[in-house]
């Protein structure tokens, strides 16, 4: 009898979703072809939103809905809306989620793919349909050589960053015993490998983690053994932030360095304040300060808690397409060539945003800083050499 | 291959390796006893300790302790170490005592074949995990250090922190404790029926139901205890350090035979011990790697584990 | 007593003896016209013409997808199905607990990448190659790779019994896994294969047929579906399914009945590795790109779940559960909106996003659960099971 009623239930259940569903929805709007008007576009964000990668990608998104929602407030009428398209930072999923973007014909930009991995997938896909993108956070260098017109990169790559971190080591921090630690993330060895270049003989030893670690003890015995009076973790905040702790832990006084998938408000809280004094990350992005706008203070007062990774990058970016929507770029066509043009600062980040012909930005405006975590904040910007 | 490194930093990999250990042998003896009683893989057991490892979080928090803080003093660390033991393990109890009821009790009672259990554990697990995702953000937090960052004793290359110490001692004496409770108390008679014959001891008298509860409960505790180390030791959490953990508790578990209470604790200091000199020695991003191997050839020698499998019987 | 055994029956009846009962043609023709919609459901306007109330200008469409392309889809519901009905040989018939399933996908899917891009490593650093060869070469060789590796896993492993079968397996998995990820020669770790090679042929304007459109991906994944359908449908009814079922309801008695149950347990393995390998060619052969990323444990879980779900030892089950483990989350995904369902609750300051987008694992989780609790032999059940399992249910336990 039980499982009759279960069938029963669940029968009645299907045809509730079915015949609620189509007789709930009233809000959207037709999506036909040729009716764009000024109200109701759309901007897709596209990365890992659920699944274990999402904590690099979910501050993105909030960052691109803060941009949204401050537009719609100044602008009435405008009903910009933010369509996630939620990877889980894997390749096989990217590749429908990227077709369905592009048949949706109010979507008219993508903040993302957020992984180099998923990018290689989906930019194909919308670069047939000219769909312009900014990606805020793949930064394998060879996503600019594949002929893709529509791919466009909001930060600097692993080759305008590694470099940069490599000289800081050797000439900022005089450090002559070097362990390098990376990842295995495309973007973790990347950087590690541009580091590595130029430190040379100072490097003393090397190690790789992987993603979803938190034991790193035999790690930190590494490094305490080599006597490295640095540490480069070419990776993000996840695995970073645990692994600084147990290094501070295990005794170990020197220099902790790494790029910016580091800099970001978690790889101090998680770390703790006493812990990451004196970490030092490198971005190719300036300082926000005040005066360029209170984007922190805004984001915190939105969603409760400090913009993590790449929230800021994302937030410039989703307001560069929003600026074009202002100029009245309303088809994808029209803002890839507004893209094209377009030369500004962004409020957050404070990087000026112009770009090449392969979608790298000028290579003028990539300026590489380097800040110092002081008193549970970054602190000490410091621009770096770009030889 | 890093022979160097391994015979350099032989002391500190060892106490690392037992720290470590230590950790995985209680969350193990929570599968060990699930498997025992019910000869069922508990898949949700990871996401009872992940619960565990927020329960900690926010006690401290709640206390007034977060990330931020400075380290209290040995006094203040030692008692809110116990509060946050208390409260993390009540708490991993209940949601392992709330997992038993809603998604095994009544595929018990349907006297379901293990495979299904396994797919309810899988459902469990994904709705346990994805809800603490959903509730956190996903984001990462951070965990206070506590006990003091110097070490306890430092001698020819051989450091000892007092978290290390701390850990092992206590993963021991629990280990005792429950080898007392299972082989002494009454209820321990109980779970031993019910894991040799459990429809004898039903005839017999006794409460199967109750048993049951009882060792996912016992399972919780145990797993409550292992989140607050593992907490402290990690310094953070997410809502997906269960899965890792708990895949590496339970290779532990048949490691040392699964089934068996002392096989857990061997299997689990043993697990930590080999990772790390296999990290030393490989590179710490074929630690899984080593781990799995290390396990697939003792299988293939002692295809029970171990120890055997000793709080049931052997399988037919 | 009596009654609810009739009843029982009946309803027996209505669903799938009445099919039975068809004359051969009509049988036949009813699969064709089956077959036939099952090629049509990519199209939108199929779903259009259903015959729901739709009201006019909204975007939702019963059933489809609107959240993610319904052929991407459904090509990627195709080789899961296929990876439940070779996990479903292994487990359903063999009765041999595989928690490492995909890593045969990983195999199928790398040797396809690896022969076939022109970045691959074994062209452009170690010369094995001196071109890419065509995806269709390539299949044969997965499979074969595929097979081998299940032969070797479990030519030492087959002696252990049930659990320890199930971690020792689950090991394999993680252990490609990471060694794809963790080294640089051949596999390229997280940086990944770019340019695999896709399946041959062009529409008669000379586009290619298999290009970023999924449609023709989904009509191939369906059309090898079908065929492995045939192949283990007569697989299951040889001598060689027949000692599976022996082995799997009591190893000891078919051994002492002469089955060789160690040799006909490693044909199991292999066939269904071979299976899982030819899913990861097809995958590879749209994908585009193959990295280490995309073979993470979760999936092997999934694979699991889903020939449980739908009902170990049935192949409508198998395919209704790789169906379900897709279909129901990617669906879930474009529910939210048509229901004015909020996006983000706030409980005591901390927002907690309740999209179902977000909490579509929970559901499909909990799915999990109720299923189990009332159908445990399987939404479609093998009927042998489903009646092993009716014994099972009288057999509780006195006290309970």
Same mark, same amino acid.
């Given at each position: 009898m039980r499982q009759r009623l279960a069938r029963v239930l669940g029968g009645v259940a299907i045809l509730a979703l079915v015949a609620g569903g189509a007789a709930a929805c009233k809000k959207e709007e037709p999506t036909t072809p040729g009716g764009s008007t000024v109200s109701g576009l759309k901007i897709g964000f596209f990365g890992a939103l659920t699944g274990d990668a999402a904590g690099l990608v979910t501050p993105g998104k909030n960052g691109a809905e803060l941009a949204i929602a401050e537009y719609n407030a100044a602008n009435p009428g405008a009903n910009v809306t933010l369509v996630p398209f939620d990877s889980q930072g894997s390749g096989d999923k990217a590749a429908p989620l990227a077709t369905a973007a592009v048949a949706d014909e109010k979507i008219i930009g993508i903040v993302g793919p957020a992984f180099s991995g998923e990018s290689e997938v989906a930019n194909p896909i919308f670069d047939k349909a000219g769909?312009?993108?900014?990606?805020?956070?793949?930064?394998?260098?060879?996503?600019?050589?594949?002929?893709?017109?529509?791919?466009?990169?909001?930060?600097?790559?692993?080759l305008s960053q590694g470099p940069a971190i490599g000289r800081y080591l050797k000439d900022v921090a005089k450090a002559e015993k070097v362990f390098l630690v990376d990842d295995q993330s495309a973007y973790g060895t990347g950087l590690r490998d541009e580091v590595e270049k130029i430190l040379g003989a100072a490097v003393v030893g090397k190690d790789k983690v992987t993603?979803?670690?938190?034991?790193?003890?035999?790690?930190?015995?590494?490094?305490?053994?080599?006597?490295?009076?640095?540490?480069?973790?070419?990776?993000?905040?996840?695995?970073?932030?645990?692994?600084?702790?147990?290094?501070r832990a295990g005794g170990y006084k020197g220099t902790f360095i790494g790029g910016d998938g580091l800099y970001d408000a978690n790889m101090l809280s998680v770390t703790g304040k006493a812990d990451v004094e004196g970490a030092v990350v490198t971005c190719p992005c300036g300082p926000a300060t005040a005066a360029k706008g209170n984007f922190?203070?805004?984001?915190?007062?939105?969603?409760?808690?400090?913009?993590?990774?790449?929230?800021?990058?994302?937030?410039?970016?989703?307001?560069?397409?929003?600026?074009?929507?202002?100029?009245?770029?309303?088809?994808?066509?029209?803002?890839?060539?507004?893209?094209?043009?377009y030369n500004g600062v962004g409020t957050a980040t404070g990087v000026t945003y112009k770009w090449e012909a392969n979608g790298e930005l000028d290579p003028a405006q990539v300026s590489i800083w380097a800040f110092v975590a002081k008193d549970g904040a970054w602190a000490n910007p410091q621009q770096l050499p770009k030889s | 291959m890093n022979f160097d490194d391994l015979i350099q930093g032989?002391?500190?990999?060892?106490?690392?390796?037992?720290?470590?250990?230590?950790?995985?042998?209680?969350?193990? $003896?929570?599968?060990?006893?699930?498997?025992?009683?019910?000869?069922?893989?508990?898949?949700?057991h990871s996401e009872v300790f992940m619960f565990g490892t927020f329960a900690a979080l926010w006690t401290w928090g709640i206390m007034g302790y977060d990330s931020n803080s400075t380290r209290p003093d040995l006094g203040t660390a030692l008692l809110l170490i116990l509060v946050s033991l208390v409260v993390a393990s009540l708490f991993s109890g209940g949601v392992a005592m709330a997992v038993e009821a809603v998604a095994y009790r009544p595929l018990r009672k349907r006297n379901a074949p293990p495979l299904v259990f396994l797919i309810s554990a899988i459902g469990a697990s994904f709705v346990l995990a994805e809800l603490m995702g959903a509730f956190t953000e996903r984001r990462q937090q951070g965990i206070p250090g506590l006990l003091p960052g110097e070490p306890l004793f430092s001698a020819g290359g051989w450091t000892v922190y007092p978290l290390q110490l701390m850990t092992f001692v206590v993963a021991l004496a629990v280990m005792f404790g429950l080898d007392w409770f299972v082989a002494k108390t009454r209820f321990g008679r109980g779970i031993r029926a019910v894991a040799q014959d459990a429809d004898t001891a039903a005839l017999m008298g006794v409460n199967k139901g109750r048993v049951i509860a009882l060792v996912f409960l016992l399972g919780g505790l145990l797993a409550g205890v292992a989140a607050v180390f593992y907490s402290m030791k990690q310094g953070n959490t997410r809502f997906n350090v269960g899965f890792l953990i708990g895949l590496k508790a339970f290779s532990a578990a048949v490691l040392g035979g699964i089934g068996n209470l002392r096989g857990a604790l061997v299997g689990g200091l043993l697990l930590g011990l080999v990772e790390s000199y296999g990290a030393a020695l490989f590179g710490s991003n074929w630690t899984n790697v080593i781990a799995f191997v290390v396990l697939l050839v003792l299988l293939m020698f002692r295809p029970t584990g171990l120890l055997g499998e000793s709080l049931g019987r052997a399988r037919a | 007593m009596t009654t609810e055994t009739v009843k029982k029956q009946r309803w027996k009846l209505n669903l799938r003896d009445r099919f039975q009962d068809l004359p051969k043609p009509a049988r036949i023709a009813a699969m064709v016209v089956f077959v036939v919609l099952l090629y049509l459901l990519p199209t939108k306007a199929f779903y259009e013409n259903l015959g729901f109330p739709i009201p006019v200008g909204s975007g939702y469409l019963p059933f489809y997808t609107t959240g993610s392309d319904m052929a991407g889809v459904l090509f990627q519901c195709g080789y899961y199905i296929l990876l439940a009905l070779g996990l479903n040989v292994v487990l359903g018939y063999a009765g041999l607990l595989d928690l490492g399933f995909f890593g045969f996908?990983?195999?199928?899917?790398?040797?396809?990448?690896?022969?076939?891009?022109?970045?691959?490593?074994?062209?452009?650093?170690?010369?094995?190659?001196?071109?890419?060869?065509?995806?269709?070469?390539?299949?044969?060789?997965?499979?074969?790779?595929?097979?081998?590796?299940?032969?070797?896993?479990?030519?030492?492993? $087959?002696?252990?019994?049930?659990?320890?079968?199930?971690?020792?397996?689950?090991?394999?998995a993680e252990i490609i896994r990471i060694v794809a990820k963790n080294q640089d020669w051949i596999l390229n770790g997280d940086r990944g294969i770019p340019s695999v090679g896709h399946p041959p042929g062009t529409w008669p304007d000379g586009e290619a047929i298999f290009d970023l459109e999924f449609t023709p991906y989904y009509w191939l994944v369906l059309t090898v579906i079908i065929a492995v359908i045939f192949l283990i449908r007569n697989l299951a009814n040889s001598r060689v399914g027949r000692a599976w079922v022996a082995i799997r309801e009591d190893e000891d008695a078919a051994e002492l009945m002469g089955v060789p149950t160690f040799k006909f347990k490693l044909w199991a393995f292999a066939?269904?590795?071979?299976?899982?390998?030819?899913?990861?060619?097809?995958?590879?052969?749209?994908?585009?790109?193959?990295?280490?990323?995309?073979?993470?444990?979760?999936?092997?879980?999934?694979?699991?779940?889903?020939?449980?779900?739908?009902?170990?030892?049935?192949?409508?089950?198998?395919? $209704?559960?790789?169906?379900?483990?897709?279909?129901?989350?990617?669906?879930?995904?474009?529910?939210?909106?048509?229901?004015?369902w909020p996006t983000q609750v706030e409980i005591a300051g901390i927002h907690i996003d309740v999209s179902p987008t977000s909490l579509r694992f929970v559901i499909f989780g909990a799915l999990l659960i109720v299923v189990m609790i009332y159908r445990p032999q399987g939404l479609w059940p093998n009927r042998r099971r489903a009646a092993e399992l009716k014994d099972r249910q009288k057999e509780v336990a006195p006290v309970e």
């Open positions: 769909m312009p993108i900014i990606t805020q956070s793949a930064t394998r260098p060879s996503l600019s050589g594949k002929g893709w017109k529509i791919f466009h990169r909001g930060v600097g790559n692993d993603e979803k670690q938190v034991e790193f003890g035999p790690v930190v015995t590494a490094v305490k053994n080599s006597g490295a009076t640095a540490v480069f973790y070419g990776g993000y905040t996840p695995e970073a932030a645990p692994f600084l702790k147990q290094l922190v203070a805004d984001f915190k007062a939105k969603f409760g808690t400090d913009p993590g990774v790449y929230a800021d990058v994302a937030y410039d970016l989703t307001k560069v397409f929003l600026e074009g929507f202002k100029a009245g770029k309303t088809t994808r066509a029209d803002m890839q060539a507004f893209l094209g043009t | 032989f002391p500190d990999l060892t106490t690392t390796g037992l720290a470590q250990g230590s950790i995985y042998a209680l969350v193990a $003896l929570g599968y060990t006893l699930v498997y025992g009683v019910l000869r069922l893989i508990n898949f949700a | 996908f990983a195999v199928g899917a790398y040797t396809v990448a690896l022969l076939t891009s022109p970045e691959s490593k074994l062209i452009t650093e170690y010369n094995w190659l001196e071109s890419p060869w065509p995806w269709l070469v390539t299949v044969p060789i997965a499979i074969a790779l595929a097979m081998l590796s299940g032969v070797l896993l479990g030519w030492p492993t $087959l002696r252990l019994r049930g659990d320890y079968l199930a971690i020792v397996t689950l090991g394999f066939i269904g590795a071979a299976i899982g390998g030819l899913s990861g060619s097809l995958w590879a052969g749209q994908a585009n790109f193959v990295n280490s990323n995309t073979f993470s444990l979760e999936n092997s879980i999934l694979v699991l779940a889903a020939v449980l779900l739908g009902g170990a030892g049935s192949i409508g089950g198998a395919i $209704l559960g790789g169906f379900i483990v897709i279909y129901l989350p990617e669906w879930l995904r474009s529910v939210g909106d048509v229901f004015g």
